[in-house]
Nanobody, 121 residues
Protein backbone atom coordinates (compact mmCIF):
# COMPACT_ATOMS: atom_id res chain seq x y z
CA UNK A 1 0.00 0.00 0.00
CA UNK A 2 1.27 3.47 -0.94
CA UNK A 3 -0.33 6.73 0.16
CA UNK A 4 0.40 9.87 -1.84
CA UNK A 5 -0.14 13.50 -0.90
CA UNK A 6 0.58 16.30 -3.38
CA UNK A 7 1.44 19.90 -2.53
CA UNK A 8 2.86 22.99 -4.18
CA UNK A 9 0.03 23.96 -6.49
CA UNK A 10 -1.21 27.50 -6.80
CA UNK A 11 -1.80 30.48 -9.04
CA UNK A 12 1.05 31.67 -11.27
CA UNK A 13 1.36 34.00 -14.24
CA UNK A 14 2.18 32.66 -17.68
CA UNK A 15 5.92 32.17 -18.01
CA UNK A 16 6.31 31.48 -14.32
CA UNK A 17 7.36 28.36 -12.45
CA UNK A 18 6.01 26.03 -9.80
CA UNK A 19 7.39 22.92 -8.13
CA UNK A 20 4.96 20.23 -7.12
CA UNK A 21 5.83 17.74 -4.43
CA UNK A 22 4.33 14.36 -3.69
CA UNK A 23 4.98 12.86 -0.26
CA UNK A 24 4.68 9.10 -0.20
CA UNK A 25 4.21 6.67 2.65
CA UNK A 26 4.45 2.91 2.51
CA UNK A 27 7.37 0.53 2.52
CA UNK A 28 7.15 -0.26 -1.19
CA UNK A 29 7.36 3.34 -2.49
CA UNK A 30 10.95 3.09 -3.69
CA UNK A 31 10.08 0.05 -5.84
CA UNK A 32 7.58 1.98 -7.92
CA UNK A 33 8.04 4.03 -11.03
CA UNK A 34 6.11 7.22 -10.35
CA UNK A 35 4.07 9.46 -12.57
CA UNK A 36 2.38 12.81 -12.78
CA UNK A 37 -0.98 13.26 -14.48
CA UNK A 38 -3.31 16.22 -14.90
CA UNK A 39 -6.96 16.88 -15.55
CA UNK A 40 -8.28 20.17 -16.88
CA UNK A 41 -11.95 21.12 -16.50
CA UNK A 42 -14.11 19.20 -18.94
CA UNK A 43 -11.21 17.08 -20.18
CA UNK A 44 -9.92 13.57 -19.63
CA UNK A 45 -7.07 13.01 -17.22
CA UNK A 46 -3.79 12.82 -19.14
CA UNK A 47 -0.29 11.59 -18.51
CA UNK A 48 2.37 14.26 -17.92
CA UNK A 49 5.62 12.65 -16.73
CA UNK A 50 7.08 9.34 -15.60
CA UNK A 51 10.06 8.83 -13.28
CA UNK A 52 11.89 5.54 -12.85
CA UNK A 53 12.20 3.86 -9.46
CA UNK A 54 15.57 5.50 -8.77
CA UNK A 55 15.01 8.67 -10.77
CA UNK A 56 17.62 8.02 -13.45
CA UNK A 57 15.13 7.88 -16.31
CA UNK A 58 12.18 10.07 -17.18
CA UNK A 59 9.66 10.44 -20.00
CA UNK A 60 7.12 13.14 -20.78
CA UNK A 61 4.16 14.03 -22.91
CA UNK A 62 5.26 16.08 -25.90
CA UNK A 63 3.61 19.33 -24.82
CA UNK A 64 5.70 19.61 -21.63
CA UNK A 65 9.07 18.36 -22.90
CA UNK A 66 11.79 20.91 -22.19
CA UNK A 67 9.60 22.75 -19.66
CA UNK A 68 8.77 20.16 -16.99
CA UNK A 69 11.23 17.98 -15.07
CA UNK A 70 10.31 15.02 -12.91
CA UNK A 71 12.55 13.81 -10.11
CA UNK A 72 12.47 11.91 -6.84
CA UNK A 73 14.29 11.57 -3.56
CA UNK A 74 13.73 8.08 -2.17
CA UNK A 75 15.47 9.04 1.06
CA UNK A 76 12.70 11.58 1.63
CA UNK A 77 9.96 9.46 0.05
CA UNK A 78 9.14 12.39 -2.21
CA UNK A 79 8.53 12.89 -5.92
CA UNK A 80 8.78 16.28 -7.62
CA UNK A 81 7.57 17.98 -10.76
CA UNK A 82 9.41 21.19 -11.63
CA UNK A 83 7.29 23.20 -14.05
CA UNK A 84 8.87 26.11 -15.91
CA UNK A 85 7.61 28.43 -18.65
CA UNK A 86 4.06 27.68 -17.63
CA UNK A 87 1.25 28.32 -20.06
CA UNK A 88 -2.48 28.88 -19.48
CA UNK A 89 -3.12 25.49 -21.09
CA UNK A 90 -1.17 23.87 -18.24
CA UNK A 91 -4.02 24.81 -15.89
CA UNK A 92 -5.33 21.61 -14.32
CA UNK A 93 -5.50 19.49 -11.22
CA UNK A 94 -2.19 17.63 -11.03
CA UNK A 95 -2.05 14.11 -9.62
CA UNK A 96 0.84 12.03 -8.40
CA UNK A 97 0.61 8.31 -9.07
CA UNK A 98 2.45 5.05 -8.49
CA UNK A 99 2.67 3.42 -11.91
CA UNK A 100 1.86 -0.23 -12.48
CA UNK A 101 4.98 -0.59 -14.60
CA UNK A 102 7.80 1.51 -16.02
CA UNK A 103 6.79 3.21 -19.24
CA UNK A 104 3.08 3.15 -18.50
CA UNK A 105 0.99 6.19 -19.36
CA UNK A 106 -2.31 4.78 -18.17
CA UNK A 107 -1.89 1.94 -15.68
CA UNK A 108 -1.72 3.19 -12.12
CA UNK A 109 -1.73 1.33 -8.83
CA UNK A 110 -2.16 4.31 -6.49
CA UNK A 111 -3.34 7.91 -6.89
CA UNK A 112 -2.88 11.03 -4.83
CA UNK A 113 -5.73 13.44 -4.18
CA UNK A 114 -4.47 16.15 -6.55
CA UNK A 115 -3.31 19.75 -6.33
CA UNK A 116 -4.67 22.66 -8.38
CA UNK A 117 -2.39 24.57 -10.74
CA UNK A 118 -3.79 27.71 -12.35
CA UNK A 119 -1.80 29.70 -14.91
CA UNK A 120 -3.11 33.17 -15.71
CA UNK A 121 -2.51 34.82 -19.07
Amino acid sequence: QVQLVESGGGLVEAGGSLRLSCAASGRTFSKYAMGWFRQAPGKEREFVAGISWNGDRTYYRDSVKGRFTGSRDNGKNTVYLQMNSLKPEDTAVYYCAALSQWGSREEVDYWGQGTQVTVSS
